[in-house]
Protein backbone atom coordinates (compact mmCIF):
# COMPACT_ATOMS: atom_id res chain seq x y z
CA UNK A 1 0.00 0.00 0.00
CA UNK A 2 1.01 3.56 -0.49
CA UNK A 3 2.66 5.35 2.23
CA UNK A 4 0.28 8.05 2.07
CA UNK A 5 -2.66 5.72 1.99
CA UNK A 6 -1.17 3.59 4.85
CA UNK A 7 -0.33 6.20 6.95
CA UNK A 8 -4.39 7.87 6.52
CA UNK A 9 -5.94 4.13 7.19
CA UNK A 10 -3.56 3.61 10.53
CA UNK A 11 -4.51 7.44 11.79
CA UNK A 12 -8.61 6.43 10.64
CA UNK A 13 -8.55 3.85 13.63
CA UNK A 14 -5.82 5.36 15.96
CA UNK A 15 -3.59 3.13 15.47
CA UNK A 16 -0.50 5.14 14.01
CA UNK A 17 0.93 6.84 16.82
CA UNK A 18 0.07 10.82 16.83
CA UNK A 19 3.12 12.86 16.67
CA UNK A 20 5.16 12.96 20.65
CA UNK A 21 2.63 10.02 21.80
CA UNK A 22 4.19 7.03 23.34
CA UNK A 23 1.60 4.43 24.82
CA UNK A 24 3.14 3.00 28.12
CA UNK A 25 5.62 0.42 27.82
CA UNK A 26 5.55 1.05 23.66
CA UNK A 27 8.71 2.61 22.74
CA UNK A 28 7.92 2.09 19.03
CA UNK A 29 5.07 1.17 17.04
CA UNK A 30 3.50 1.72 13.75
CA UNK A 31 5.96 4.88 11.62
CA UNK A 32 8.84 2.21 13.07
CA UNK A 33 9.98 -0.99 11.96
CA UNK A 34 8.85 -2.91 14.54
CA UNK A 35 7.26 -2.58 17.46
CA UNK A 36 8.97 -1.86 20.65
CA UNK A 37 7.45 -2.95 23.81
CA UNK A 38 9.62 -2.83 27.48
CA UNK A 39 8.57 -6.05 29.31
CA UNK A 40 11.13 -5.53 32.17
CA UNK A 41 13.70 -2.98 32.77
CA UNK A 42 16.19 -4.80 31.05
CA UNK A 43 14.63 -6.22 28.30
CA UNK A 44 12.40 -4.78 25.76
CA UNK A 45 10.27 -7.17 23.09
CA UNK A 46 10.77 -6.49 19.54
CA UNK A 47 8.02 -7.42 16.37
CA UNK A 48 7.28 -7.43 13.39
CA UNK A 49 5.19 -8.85 10.46
CA UNK A 50 6.22 -8.63 6.23
CA UNK A 51 4.65 -11.01 3.51
CA UNK A 52 4.70 -10.51 -0.13
CA UNK A 53 3.58 -12.57 -3.16
CA UNK A 54 6.69 -14.11 -5.21
CA UNK A 55 9.04 -11.88 -7.58
CA UNK A 56 10.82 -14.96 -8.67
CA UNK A 57 10.41 -18.16 -9.54
CA UNK A 58 12.62 -20.30 -7.80
CA UNK A 59 10.65 -20.97 -4.51
CA UNK A 60 13.78 -21.69 -2.58
CA UNK A 61 15.48 -18.54 -3.28
CA UNK A 62 12.09 -16.64 -2.85
CA UNK A 63 11.46 -18.73 0.77
CA UNK A 64 15.11 -16.75 1.56
CA UNK A 65 14.26 -13.91 0.41
CA UNK A 66 11.05 -13.10 1.96
CA UNK A 67 12.99 -14.96 5.15
CA UNK A 68 15.40 -11.46 4.53
CA UNK A 69 12.83 -9.34 4.00
CA UNK A 70 11.07 -10.06 7.28
CA UNK A 71 13.79 -10.40 9.66
CA UNK A 72 15.76 -7.71 8.86
CA UNK A 73 12.92 -5.26 10.38
CA UNK A 74 14.43 -6.78 13.63
CA UNK A 75 17.72 -5.45 12.49
CA UNK A 76 16.85 -2.43 11.70
CA UNK A 77 16.12 -1.71 15.29
CA UNK A 78 19.56 -2.75 15.93
CA UNK A 79 18.69 -5.80 17.51
CA UNK A 80 21.02 -8.82 17.29
CA UNK A 81 18.49 -11.73 18.80
CA UNK A 82 15.60 -13.29 16.75
CA UNK A 83 13.96 -15.27 19.20
CA UNK A 84 11.22 -17.27 16.74
CA UNK A 85 9.31 -16.51 13.42
CA UNK A 86 5.74 -17.47 12.60
CA UNK A 87 5.36 -17.80 8.73
CA UNK A 88 2.34 -17.11 7.22
CA UNK A 89 1.49 -18.25 3.83
CA UNK A 90 -1.01 -18.71 0.68
CA UNK A 91 -0.42 -20.71 -1.69
CA UNK A 92 -3.77 -21.60 -4.73
CA UNK A 93 -5.22 -25.22 -5.16
CA UNK A 94 -3.17 -25.99 -8.37
CA UNK A 95 0.44 -25.13 -7.03
CA UNK A 96 2.35 -28.32 -6.77
CA UNK A 97 3.16 -29.42 -3.22
CA UNK A 98 6.62 -29.33 -4.12
CA UNK A 99 6.61 -25.64 -4.93
CA UNK A 100 4.79 -24.61 -1.15
CA UNK A 101 7.37 -27.11 0.36
CA UNK A 102 10.49 -25.77 -1.35
CA UNK A 103 8.92 -22.02 -0.11
CA UNK A 104 8.64 -22.97 3.48
CA UNK A 105 12.15 -24.84 3.00
CA UNK A 106 14.07 -22.05 2.00
CA UNK A 107 12.47 -19.78 4.49
CA UNK A 108 13.40 -22.62 7.40
CA UNK A 109 17.12 -22.70 6.60
CA UNK A 110 17.07 -18.86 5.83
CA UNK A 111 16.03 -18.36 9.41
CA UNK A 112 17.75 -21.00 10.87
CA UNK A 113 21.51 -19.93 9.15
CA UNK A 114 20.29 -16.35 11.58
CA UNK A 115 20.51 -19.07 14.57
CA UNK A 116 16.90 -18.79 15.08
CA UNK A 117 13.90 -21.07 14.41
CA UNK A 118 10.06 -21.16 12.90
CA UNK A 119 8.38 -22.52 15.90
CA UNK A 120 4.61 -22.11 13.74
CA UNK A 121 2.27 -19.87 11.66
CA UNK A 122 -0.69 -19.87 9.53
CA UNK A 123 -1.59 -21.28 5.74
CA UNK A 124 -4.33 -20.68 4.04
CA UNK A 125 -5.88 -21.12 0.34
CA UNK A 126 -4.99 -18.33 -2.14
CA UNK A 127 -5.59 -17.22 -5.69
CA UNK A 128 -1.98 -15.98 -5.88
CA UNK A 129 1.23 -17.56 -3.21
CA UNK A 130 2.97 -15.39 -1.04
CA UNK A 131 5.24 -15.94 2.07
CA UNK A 132 6.01 -14.19 4.85
CA UNK A 133 6.17 -13.61 8.36
CA UNK A 134 6.06 -12.58 11.81
CA UNK A 135 9.50 -12.24 13.85
CA UNK A 136 10.15 -11.73 17.52
CA UNK A 137 13.28 -10.58 18.68
CA UNK A 138 14.90 -9.22 22.05
CA UNK A 139 16.89 -6.57 23.21
CA UNK A 140 18.19 -4.05 26.30
CA UNK A 141 15.87 -1.27 25.85
CA UNK A 142 18.67 0.94 25.97
CA UNK A 143 20.52 -0.75 22.89
CA UNK A 144 17.62 -0.04 20.53
CA UNK A 145 17.91 2.15 17.82
CA UNK A 146 14.97 3.77 16.04
CA UNK A 147 14.14 5.94 13.12
CA UNK A 148 13.90 9.07 15.37
CA UNK A 149 16.91 10.55 16.56
CA UNK A 150 18.84 12.24 13.40
CA UNK A 151 20.88 14.72 14.20
CA UNK A 152 21.28 18.00 12.10
CA UNK A 153 25.53 17.13 10.64
CA UNK A 154 25.01 13.80 10.70
CA UNK A 155 26.03 11.86 7.64
CA UNK A 156 24.00 9.38 5.83
CA UNK A 157 25.30 5.86 4.81
CA UNK A 158 23.20 3.53 2.76
CA UNK A 159 24.90 -0.09 2.90
CA UNK A 160 23.23 -1.35 -0.42
CA UNK A 161 22.81 0.01 -3.52
CA UNK A 162 19.27 -0.03 -4.94
CA UNK A 163 17.57 -1.18 -8.06
CA UNK A 164 15.75 -4.56 -7.27
CA UNK A 165 12.65 -3.66 -8.43
CA UNK A 166 13.77 -2.41 -11.90
CA UNK A 167 16.31 -5.80 -11.91
CA UNK A 168 13.33 -8.05 -10.85
CA UNK A 169 11.10 -6.20 -13.52
CA UNK A 170 13.50 -7.06 -16.36
CA UNK A 171 13.70 -11.06 -14.77
CA UNK A 172 10.12 -11.22 -14.85
CA UNK A 173 9.91 -9.47 -18.68
CA UNK A 174 12.80 -12.23 -19.86
CA UNK A 175 10.44 -15.34 -18.99
CA UNK A 176 7.60 -14.34 -21.29
CA UNK A 177 7.78 -15.69 -24.47
CA UNK A 178 6.15 -12.30 -25.99
CA UNK A 179 8.04 -10.10 -24.78
CA UNK A 180 6.77 -6.14 -24.88
CA UNK A 181 9.65 -4.57 -24.55
CA UNK A 182 13.04 -6.02 -26.12
CA UNK A 183 15.77 -4.96 -23.29
CA UNK A 184 18.62 -5.82 -25.27
CA UNK A 185 17.93 -2.56 -26.97
CA UNK A 186 18.74 -0.18 -24.52
CA UNK A 187 21.24 -2.68 -22.33
CA UNK A 188 23.75 -5.61 -23.18
CA UNK A 189 22.28 -9.17 -21.91
CA UNK A 190 24.94 -9.85 -20.29
CA UNK A 191 24.76 -6.46 -18.11
CA UNK A 192 20.86 -7.30 -17.29
CA UNK A 193 21.36 -10.88 -16.25
CA UNK A 194 24.16 -9.33 -13.72
CA UNK A 195 21.90 -6.78 -12.74
CA UNK A 196 19.23 -9.60 -11.84
CA UNK A 197 22.03 -11.40 -9.55
CA UNK A 198 23.14 -8.47 -8.37
CA UNK A 199 19.88 -8.13 -7.18
CA UNK A 200 19.35 -11.76 -5.91
CA UNK A 201 22.12 -11.43 -3.91
CA UNK A 202 21.06 -8.69 -1.84
CA UNK A 203 17.98 -9.73 -1.15
CA UNK A 204 19.06 -12.84 0.44
CA UNK A 205 21.92 -10.99 2.57
CA UNK A 206 20.75 -10.30 5.56
CA UNK A 207 21.43 -7.06 7.42
CA UNK A 208 22.22 -8.84 11.02
CA UNK A 209 25.41 -7.66 10.71
CA UNK A 210 25.01 -4.25 10.54
CA UNK A 211 23.07 -4.62 13.60
CA UNK A 212 25.57 -6.00 15.67
CA UNK A 213 27.99 -3.30 14.78
CA UNK A 214 25.26 -0.78 15.66
CA UNK A 215 25.18 -2.15 19.55
CA UNK A 216 29.32 -1.13 18.90
CA UNK A 217 29.02 1.99 17.45
CA UNK A 218 26.17 4.56 18.22
CA UNK A 219 24.18 5.46 15.33
CA UNK A 220 21.73 7.99 15.95
CA UNK A 221 18.55 6.72 13.83
CA UNK A 222 17.93 3.60 11.35
CA UNK A 223 15.76 1.98 8.96
CA UNK A 224 15.64 -0.34 6.41
CA UNK A 225 15.30 0.40 2.28
CA UNK A 226 12.10 -1.73 1.35
CA UNK A 227 9.09 -0.85 0.01
CA UNK A 228 8.69 2.92 -0.02
CA UNK A 229 11.98 3.23 -1.43
CA UNK A 230 14.58 5.43 -0.53
CA UNK A 231 12.91 8.94 -0.30
CA UNK A 232 9.70 7.26 1.78
CA UNK A 233 11.95 5.50 4.13
CA UNK A 234 14.26 8.97 4.54
CA UNK A 235 11.16 10.85 4.99
CA UNK A 236 10.44 9.02 7.87
CA UNK A 237 13.78 9.32 9.48
CA UNK A 238 13.20 12.92 8.61
CA UNK A 239 9.30 13.14 9.53
CA UNK A 240 10.48 11.21 12.95
CA UNK A 241 13.36 13.07 14.02
CA UNK A 242 12.38 16.83 13.11
CA UNK A 243 14.98 17.00 10.30
CA UNK A 244 15.66 17.68 6.75
CA UNK A 245 17.40 15.24 4.85
CA UNK A 246 19.44 16.08 1.84
CA UNK A 247 20.68 12.88 -0.57
CA UNK A 248 23.30 14.35 -3.32
CA UNK A 249 24.19 10.45 -3.77
CA UNK A 250 22.49 7.20 -5.54
CA UNK A 251 24.12 4.24 -5.33
CA UNK A 252 22.43 1.58 -8.03
CA UNK A 253 23.11 -1.91 -8.99
CA UNK A 254 24.94 -0.93 -12.53
CA UNK A 255 22.20 -0.78 -15.63
CA UNK A 256 19.11 -0.34 -13.17
CA UNK A 257 18.61 3.43 -13.91
CA UNK A 258 18.17 2.52 -17.79
CA UNK A 259 15.98 -0.64 -16.96
CA UNK A 260 14.25 1.99 -14.18
CA UNK A 261 13.42 4.30 -16.83
CA UNK A 262 12.23 1.44 -19.93
CA UNK A 263 9.73 -0.38 -17.31
CA UNK A 264 8.65 2.70 -15.86
CA UNK A 265 9.80 2.97 -12.19
CA UNK A 266 10.88 5.81 -10.52
CA UNK A 267 14.60 4.54 -9.42
CA UNK A 268 15.87 7.88 -9.75
CA UNK A 269 13.32 9.59 -8.08
CA UNK A 270 14.45 7.32 -5.07
CA UNK A 271 10.66 5.86 -4.71
CA UNK A 272 11.41 2.67 -6.56
CA UNK A 273 10.41 -0.03 -3.95
CA UNK A 274 13.24 -2.26 -2.70
CA UNK A 275 12.90 -5.56 -1.28
CA UNK A 276 15.09 -6.59 1.89
CA UNK A 277 16.91 -3.54 1.38
CA UNK A 278 20.32 -2.07 3.29
CA UNK A 279 20.25 -0.22 6.49
CA UNK A 280 19.75 3.40 6.04
CA UNK A 281 22.06 4.98 8.99
CA UNK A 282 22.38 8.36 10.50
CA UNK A 283 25.60 8.79 12.32
CA UNK A 284 27.70 11.59 13.54
CA UNK A 285 30.76 12.93 11.56
CA UNK A 286 33.15 11.80 14.34
CA UNK A 287 31.50 8.15 14.30
CA UNK A 288 31.38 7.56 10.39
CA UNK A 289 34.91 6.46 9.43
CA UNK A 290 34.90 3.74 12.73
CA UNK A 291 31.33 2.70 11.52
CA UNK A 292 32.66 2.19 8.12
CA UNK A 293 35.58 0.54 8.81
CA UNK A 294 33.27 -1.91 10.87
CA UNK A 295 31.23 -3.12 7.57
CA UNK A 296 34.45 -3.43 5.82
CA UNK A 297 36.11 -6.04 8.01
CA UNK A 298 32.87 -7.67 7.61
CA UNK A 299 32.67 -7.67 3.76
CA UNK A 300 30.01 -5.06 3.78
CA UNK A 301 30.31 -1.49 1.14
CA UNK A 302 28.55 0.92 2.43
CA UNK A 303 27.89 4.41 0.99
CA UNK A 304 27.72 8.23 2.02
CA UNK A 305 24.29 9.34 0.08
CA UNK A 306 23.90 12.49 2.26
CA UNK A 307 23.46 14.80 5.47
CA UNK A 308 21.11 16.03 7.72
CA UNK A 309 20.35 19.59 8.35
CA UNK A 310 17.72 21.71 10.13
CA UNK A 311 14.04 21.39 9.14
CA UNK A 312 10.40 19.85 9.61
CA UNK A 313 10.72 16.54 7.72
CA UNK A 314 11.41 17.20 4.28
CA UNK A 315 14.26 15.00 2.06
CA UNK A 316 15.53 16.74 -0.68
CA UNK A 317 17.49 14.54 -3.56
CA UNK A 318 20.15 17.02 -5.45
CA UNK A 319 19.65 18.29 -9.07
CA UNK A 320 23.17 16.87 -9.72
CA UNK A 321 23.13 13.63 -7.85
CA UNK A 322 26.22 11.52 -7.95
CA UNK A 323 25.46 8.28 -9.61
CA UNK A 324 27.80 5.08 -8.16
CA UNK A 325 26.82 2.13 -10.27
CA UNK A 326 27.52 -1.45 -8.61
Not at 162 to 187: F, V
Amino acid sequence: MPQADLEKLLESIEVYLPEGSVKEKMLAGAGDDAAVIQIRDDLALIETVDFFTPNIDEPMIQGEISACNTTNDIYAMGAVDILSVLVVMGAPTNMPFEISRDLLKGFKNFCERLGTHIVGGHTIINPWPFIGGCALGLAHPNSVVYNRGAKVGDILLLTKPLGTQPAMAAYRLLKEEQQLIDLSEYLPTKVIDRAIQKAIEIMTTTNRPIAKIMQEIKVNAATDVTGFGLTGHAREVATQSKVNIVIDTMPIIKGTNILSDQLGYSLMEGTSAETAGGMLLSLSRDNVDLFKEKLIERGIKSFEIGHVKEGSGQVNIVPDIRIIEV
